[in-house]
């Protein structure tokens, strides 16, 4: 896996060996099905990005490439060889480099330490030659075009210069193929830029760059060719330059309409006005997240937030819930304001918020489903803070049955429970604060199909009911069949306002691309 | 380990329940094996006596150790304990003309009050655990040397009484302890204060966004630790009617953590077992005490400790693994 080293300037038409190729990786987690026979092909020389909306597989596929994840089947060709990794050392070590968003490198040693990191030049002794091994790692960064004192402590260095030098790593270790995942997330405009440009001397050099951003528009400025990924699947392989904007965000989140009934929401279409508004935040603002954006839930009703990755859709919900800090806003509950930023006093006034990274935010692992069930009301179960047995037994097994949670016994540990149970548990959390307002922020992603459409027909049941809903998804399938309206979020504003029977796929998609843009 | 390739998952997957089961109970073995083999080679070990000894001794580390458990139950650490304990035994004297009941309150408080110290700058301030209870650790035993000076003598005829006293033939102290580790039980398995402990070192983030008030629970866990080390340094010196600002309590955070993860629970955080920290302050105890009756030194006792530390560590960490 080692002596195919065909440095030099890229010939990217020309028939070389592949840098890494995939074939037919087929991956699954609990049930749950992330990548179906994708391929995925890099070539010397080009920079290529892989794009897709939140668990349409991207991550799943870069971790299997770099030995993170084993897939079940399919083979990994690096340089025109079979290559199997078990551990991500091995890619390491067979040259495959990957920069994270979160540098992984030792932030208290030098610059040039960390470039030759496990490889420093020797002197006499075995000792570290340190004089030559400044001198080397100057030389290095030089040629990258980076400026920087390579004596200085990595960690002292801004979050850009430390990718950089992650790059500069990278580039020593002759790595043939550089992975670089969100690298550019946290980077000011002028530290992507001379990041983009040490990429694009990498690639010269004849290195595959594997390139990943949410940055939609950084893809046209850096990259050679796309993949796109949508449930696990790949649905579109090509050079850039031939797809716009609007196409590779429809071909990312578009289905067929004819796949239409695929959720369990039912078309009902409430549009009462004349129902009691429950929920209104105005002018909600949070420092580079959020600006100044309006939600107004009415009694009954299902809102949709639509917005790609890193719109402010989370954020949005999370600033009504008080667990965002925010710089403006009011909220009110039905005619009631709510103070800002207390969890406390929205769960009060009879917010409820079912967080989007369930392990991170939701269930508490070492604790059994009755006790996480019951996390968000212990005064409500307890009589002085001794806990009623009686009334949490009764509660608890009301909303087992009610949701139709499987587990052996309420007293099992929630971590033992699949994904789709553990939502089911969650949304019984929150569910038993008896909310008015219920927040759902990806509230069926990562679980399996059953339990989606049960979640699905649930949230439509609760809004009949006469909750105020707001539904976060990055489906637009699932957002157009269950909500009432959709507010299209586009760095941290509404961008647009989709109400009655503006509320489809088509129209929605369209929003999505253009949206900001007018 | 002859295991055909086909059949080698089942018994690895036997022996980690094992681990698991040793980690969960092992602790009760460990004790009642002791307790056979000392009936066995210890002459008078089973003489109501010697028992007697053995869990008057236990008493101040146990009571420590379940302020400890709790802590630890956060993904925090009280290092501040043995300090706690000087500083409540030095300050006690100072107000023991007023009676014995007011002398002690006056201790324990001190003790609560550097509770609700340490909790401040770990909840409001951010401060690591180890960083803000190391500062205590330090300052805490400075300080009761600068109150209390050199040894005094207590020769208050209450606190002799709580020191070498007995209701029904238990001693005092058993006594205390014994009802201290029912509260503790109590308070974290029936009440809401013991979910929002173990929740918050479950996953801090989620039980945020369930309404938790994290910092008022810490603040509260930290003082509990705080009351519960002031009270045993009071037991310390009402025992040996003396108070030592420079010796009493010395080390003592370090058997207190010992006998809680000893007991299963996890330095990670998430779970507080409190009979198991029982069992931990027994078993530290009785292997000391077992050594010393059978004229083995003192250093080689705490290397036995030592083992046992890294054993029981050691079963956690393959616990967690499975």
């Known amino acids: 896996?080692?002596?195919?080293?065909?440095?030099?300037?890229?010939?990217?038409?020309?028939?070389?060996?592949?840098?890494?190729?995939?074939?037919?990786?087929?991956?699954?987690?609990?049930?749950?099905?992330?990548?179906?026979?994708?391929?995925?092909?890099?070539?010397?020389?080009?920079?290529?990005?892989?794009?897709?909306?939140?668990?349409?597989?991207?991550?799943?596929?870069?971790?299997?490439?770099?030995?993170?994840?084993?897939?079940?089947?399919?083979?990994?060709?690096?340089?025109?060889?079979?290559?199997?990794?078990?551990?991500?050392?091995?890619?390491?070590?067979?040259?495959?480099?990957?920069?994270?968003?979160?540098?992984?490198?030792?932030?208290?040693?030098?610059?040039?330490?960390?470039?030759f990191l496990g490889r420093e030049p020797r002197g006499r002794l075995g000792l570290i030659d340190v004089r030559a091994l400044n001198r080397k790692a100057a030389e290095v960064v030089q040629d990258l075009g980076i400026d920087v004192d390579v004596t200085a402590e990595l960690g002292a260095l801004g979050l850009g210069v430390q990718q950089m030098i992650a790059l500069a790593r990278a580039v020593t270790t002759?790595?043939?193929?550089?992975?670089?995942?969100?690298?550019?997330?946290?980077?000011?405009?002028?530290?992507?830029?001379?990041?983009?440009?040490?990429?694009?001397?990498?690639?010269?050099?004849?290195?595959?760059?594997?390139?990943?951003?949410?940055?939609?528009?950084?893809?046209?400025?850096?990259?050679?060719?796309?993949?796109?990924?949508?449930?696990?699947?790949?649905?579109?392989?090509?050079?850039?330059?031939?797809?716009?904007?609007?196409?590779?965000?429809?071909?990312?989140?578009?289905?067929?309409?004819?796949?239409?009934?695929?959720?369990?929401?039912?078309?009902?279409?409430?549009?009462?006005?004349?129902?009691?508004?429950?929920?209104?935040?105005?002018?909600?603002?949070?420092?580079?997240?959020?600006?100044?954006?309006?939600?107004?839930?009415?009694?009954?009703?299902?809102v949709g937030l639509a917005g790609l990755l890193g719109s402010g859709r989370s954020e949005t919900v999370k600033a009504i819930y008080g667990g965002l800090d925010t710089s403006s806003g009011q909220i009110t509950v039905k005619g009631g304001p709510v103070r800002r930023g207390s969890v406390p006093a929205a769960l009060r006034a009879g917010i409820a918020l079912l967080s989007e990274d369930r392990k991170a935010e939701g269930i508490v692992p070492e604790l059994s489903v009755r006790d996480n069930i019951i996390l968000?009301?212990?005064?409500?179960?307890?009589?002085?803070?001794v806990l009623s047995n009686r009334r949490i037994d009764e509660l608890v097994d009301r909303w087992i049955?009610?949701?139709?949670?499987?587990?052996s016994s309420s007293r099992q540990l929630i971590s033992e429970?699949?994904?789709?149970?553990?939502?089911?548990?969650?949304?019984?959390?929150?569910?038993?604060?008896?909310?008015?307002?219920?927040?759902?922020?990806?509230?069926?992603?990562?679980?399996?199909?059953?339990?989606?459409?049960?979640?699905?027909?649930?949230?439509?049941?609760?809004?009949?009911?006469?909750?105020?809903?707001?539904?976060?998804?990055?489906?637009?399938?699932?957002?157009?069949?269950?909500?009432?309206?959709?507010?299209?979020?586009?760095?941290?504003?509404?961008?647009?306002?989709?109400?009655?029977?503006?509320?489809?796929?088509?129209?929605?998609?369209?929003?999505?691309?253009?949206?900001?843009?007018? | 380990m002859k295991a055909s390739p086909t059949t080698a998952s089942v018994p690895v997957k036997r022996s980690m329940s094992v681990r698991a089961w040793i980690a969960n109970y092992g602790?009760?073995?460990?004790?009642?094996?002791?307790?056979?083999?000392?009936?066995?080679?210890?002459?008078?070990?089973?003489?109501?006596?010697?028992?007697?000894?053995?869990?008057?001794?236990?008493?101040?580390?146990?009571?420590?150790?379940?302020?400890?458990?709790?802590?630890?139950?956060?993904?925090?650490?009280?290092?501040?304990?043995?300090?706690?304990?000087?500083?409540?035994?030095?300050?006690?004297?100072?107000?023991?003309?007023y009676g014995t009941v007011p002398a002690i309150l006056v201790g324990i408080a001190a003790g609560g009050l550097s509770g609700?110290?340490?909790?401040?700058?770990?909840?409001?301030?951010?401060?690591?655990?180890?960083v803000a209870t190391l500062a205590v650790l330090i300052g805490g035993r400075g300080l009761a040397n600068v109150i209390g000076g050199e040894i005094k003598n207590l020769s208050d005829p209450g606190l002799a009484v709580l020191g070498s006293g007995s209701l029904l033939g238990i001693p005092y102290s058993v006594l205390s302890a014994v009802i201290l580790v029912l509260v503790a039980a109590f308070l974290m398995r029936r009440t809401t204060f013991g979910v929002m402990v173990e929740a918050i070192g479950g996953n801090k983030k989620a039980a945020e966004l369930a309404g938790i008030r994290i910092k008022s629970v810490l603040v509260s866990v930290y003082v509990l630790s705080g009351l519960l080390a002031a009270f045993a340094g009071v037991l310390v010196a009402a025992r040996s009617s003396a108070s030592d600002p420079r010796t009493l309590g010395l080390l003592m955070e370090l058997s207190a953590i010992a006998a809680v993860v000893i007991g299963g629970t996890s330095l990670a955080g998430g779970k507080v077992r409190i009979l198991g920290t029982v069992g931990g302050a027994l078993l530290m105890q009785l292997i000391v005490s077992t050594l010393v009756s059978h004229n083995i030194p003192d250093s080689v006792s705490q290397m036995v400790q030592a083992i046992v530390i890294v054993v029981a560590v050691a079963l956690q960490v393959g616990r967690r693994k499975a």
């Not at chain 1, 796309?226 to 990312?252: C, F, K, N, Q, W």
């Not at chain 1, 968000?376 to 803070?385: D, F, H, K, M």
């Not at chain 1, 679980?447 to 649930?458: N, R, S």
């Open chain 1, 1 to 115: 896996m080692t002596d195919t080293s065909q440095q030099g300037p890229a010939q990217p038409h020309e028939e070389a060996a592949l840098a890494l190729a995939a074939r037919g990786l087929n991956k699954s987690f609990s049930g749950v099905h992330v990548l179906h026979d994708v391929d995925f092909s890099l070539r010397p020389g080009t920079i290529h990005t892989v794009v897709g909306e939140n668990g349409a597989g991207k991550s799943t596929l870069i971790k299997s490439l770099t030995g993170v994840y084993q897939t079940e089947t399919g083979c990994i060709e690096l340089a025109g060889s079979e290559v199997r990794f078990n551990h991500p050392s091995q890619a390491q070590d067979a040259g495959i480099s990957t920069v994270y968003q979160e540098v992984n490198l030792v932030p208290l040693l030098s610059v040039a330490r960390n470039i």
């Open chain 1, 174 to 302: 002759e790595a043939r193929v550089v992975i670089m995942d969100e690298p550019t997330s946290s980077l000011e405009r002028r530290e992507v830029e001379v990041l983009f440009s040490v990429a694009r001397r990498l690639r010269d050099q004849g290195v595959g760059i594997v390139f990943i951003s949410h940055r939609l528009d950084e893809l046209w400025e850096l990259c050679d060719e796309v993949t796109i990924l949508r449930d696990g699947r790949v649905v579109h392989t090509g050079p850039m330059h031939e797809l716009d904007r609007r196409s590779l965000i429809s071909a990312m989140l578009g289905r067929d309409i004819t796949e239409h009934g695929v959720t369990s929401f039912t078309d009902t279409d409430v549009s009462e006005t004349t129902a009691e508004v429950v929920l209104e935040a105005k002018d909600l603002s949070a420092p580079g997240r959020l600006q100044s954006v309006d939600v107004s839930v009415r009694a009954g009703e299902i």
């Open chain 1, 376 to 385: 968000g009301i212990l005064p409500r179960v307890s009589n002085a803070g």
């Open chain 1, 401 to 407: 049955h009610r949701l139709g949670i499987k587990v």
């Open chain 1, 417 to 518: 429970l699949s994904g789709g149970n553990q939502q089911k548990v969650l949304i019984a959390r929150w569910l038993c604060t008896e909310p008015s307002v219920f927040l759902l922020d990806e509230p069926t992603r990562g679980i399996d199909v059953g339990a989606k459409q049960e979640v699905q027909a649930l949230i439509d049941e609760l809004a009949e009911k006469g909750m105020a809903v707001v539904l976060i998804s990055s489906e637009t399938e699932e957002l157009v069949a269950g909500s009432d309206s959709i507010l299209v979020l586009r760095d941290g504003e509404v961008s647009e306002i989709l109400t009655d029977d503006q509320v489809d796929n088509s129209r929605l998609l369209s929003a999505l691309v253009d949206g900001g843009q007018r």
């Open chain 2, 27 to 97: 602790v009760y073995v460990a004790l009642a094996l002791l307790v056979v083999i000392n009936a066995i080679i210890t002459p008078h070990f089973l003489t109501v006596a010697n028992l007697r000894l053995q869990l008057i001794q236990t008493a101040p580390v146990l009571i420590v150790a379940l302020g400890m458990a709790m802590v630890i139950g956060t993904k925090g650490i009280d290092l501040s304990v043995g300090s706690v304990m000087a500083l409540s035994a030095a300050i006690m004297p100072l107000y023991i003309g």
């Open chain 2, 116 to 130: 609700l110290m340490i909790g401040a700058l770990v909840s409001y301030f951010g401060i690591q655990p180890i």
